[in-house]
């Protein structure tokens, strides 16, 4: 089995060329994807759960008799947990103690204040009423992005989390439903794809409509959820899983190119990238990577994978490492040096920051407690992880006093004839108090 990563050298003349082409990645622009999303959505939106029966059968090869059986009965979701072995039941609860607890420190509570003419101003926190999630369940099933998932808007005070996974001949992996167990999760229907997204957008006589979608999909799915934005909210555009290793030369190579490989293996577009001032580290790490790669079950994937978009980059110094480091802006940094603590201050950009060599991304992903939704493909540079804030909203509040009103009210007036308004400004003028 041959693999050939990308070798590049940041003092080279090319090298910013090089990183631009490996960084490159459009996300949902594929106009036939585009066109397919859209035919969907319209089936859905027109012809409801016929369309998502049709559908289902035709695209996620499951034939369902009836719309009824579209739903997953919820005593399904406590029979899976139920008949798990004990080691899978004991991660499941261990993993969703520790999510829950992390999230629980996200809570933000409502605020106000009192002005001395006793205007009172503040703002409310409220939970959403309903969100769905996606969870995929083509190449491989995700229960921990059921969690990471779920608890966030259970922990938010959402009342009803709608769950939608397709089950290819009606199949799914009992870990999903004894996963959507744990989080709490209140209906979960066998639908896949873009017609899971539009059913889950603008509702049909089965899925409720929800006010925001979240979770992980395929191109269809990410294609899906930008065409409903506005109609419901979602969390991201995700693209590709990605991991940039930023190391000192001196940890085991095994443990980093295992590292680069926990991110590979998703699919073939994930990015793998290790950065390193020590030339014979990269070597080693390489060496590593094609001793290992022939032992892994998802072998073809991760060797794509890394062909494609994965690179080892000889850097100067840590200095010039930090800077592409912040310049990439990764969904997952492993800082795995000597002293993390000492580069944290100067990592501007990414997703979640996991710090020295005893820290693998992979713990991130299921059972260190924050949220493995992730900004990608750069997006870390203005965008957060999943979090329980994503389920709340913020209302502000406003009440004025007598007298707050009319001193404020010459204010607005001032600004509002400015802006030629006229009836802003004698809208504010009748609360003014005349001397």
């Not at 992730?374 to 909203?393: C, E, H, I, N, W």
Request: net charge negative.
């Amino acid at each position: 089995m041959r693999l050939k990563v990308n070798r590049l050298d940041a003092s080279s003349i090319d090298f910013q060329s090089r990183m631009d082409a490996l960084l490159a990645w459009e996300s949902v622009s594929d106009p036939r994807v585009q066109q397919t999303v859209s035919d969907i959505i319209e089936r859905v939106k027109q012809q409801g759960d016929t369309a998502l029966l049709q559908l289902t059968k035709q695209l996620d090869r499951a034939n369902f008799k009836s719309v009824a059986n579209l739903e997953v009965p919820p005593q399904k979701l406590q029979e899976a947990l139920d008949s798990l072995p004990q080691d899978k039941r004991q991660a499941l609860m261990v993993a969703a103690q520790r999510i829950r607890q992390y999230h629980e420190k996200q809570k933000q509570d409502s605020w106000r204040y009192m002005e001395a003419d006793g205007t009172l101003l503040g703002q409310q926190v409220t939970p959403m009423d309903r969100v769905g999630i996606y969870v995929p369940g083509g190449k491989a099933s995700y229960p921990s992005s059921v969690l990471m998932n779920a608890i966030p808007a259970k922990v938010a005070g959402v009342s009803e989390v709608v769950m939608s996974v397709p089950m290819p001949n009606g199949q799914v992996n009992p870990l999903v439903l004894a996963a959507a167990a744990v989080a709490g999760v209140d209906r979960v229907f066998a639908i896949g794809g873009a017609q899971a997204i539009a059913a889950m957008a603008y509702g049909t006589q089965r899925v409720p409509k929800v006010d925001k979608i979240v979770g992980p999909g395929n191109i269809y799915v990410a294609t899906a959820k930008r065409a409903v934005f506005g109609v419901c909210g979602i969390d991201m555009i995700a693209g590709p899983s990605e991991i940039l290793v930023l190391c000192d030369g001196q940890t085991d190579p095994d443990w980093v190119a295992m590292d680069l490989f926990s991110q590979a293996e998703h699919d073939e577009q994930a990015q793998s990238i290790l950065l390193c001032h020590d030339e014979q580290y990269l070597d080693q790490v390489e060496d590593s990577l094609k001793r290992l790669l022939p032992t892994l079950e998802r072998h073809e994937i991760a060797q794509t994978s890394l062909q494609n978009r994965g690179a080892l980059i000889k850097v100067a110094d840590l200095d010039q490492a930090i800077e592409i480091a912040n310049r990439i802006a990764p969904e997952h940094l492993e800082l795995s040096v000597a002293d993390p603590e000492a580069l944290l201050p100067r990592i501007r950009h990414a997703g979640a920051i996991f710090m020295g060599r005893h820290t693998a991304e992979a713990l991130g992903d299921y059972c260190a407690g924050p949220n493995h939704v992730l900004p990608t493909s750069g997006t870390a540079r203005f965008s957060s992880p999943l979090g329980v804030y994503d389920f709340q909203k913020r209302s502000s509040l406003i009440m004025f006093s007598p007298e707050g009103a009319s001193n404020m009210g010459k204010v607005a007036s001032v600004l509002a004839h400015g802006e030629g308004l006229e009836a802003h400004a004698r809208s504010a003028e009748y609360r003014i108090i005349e001397d």
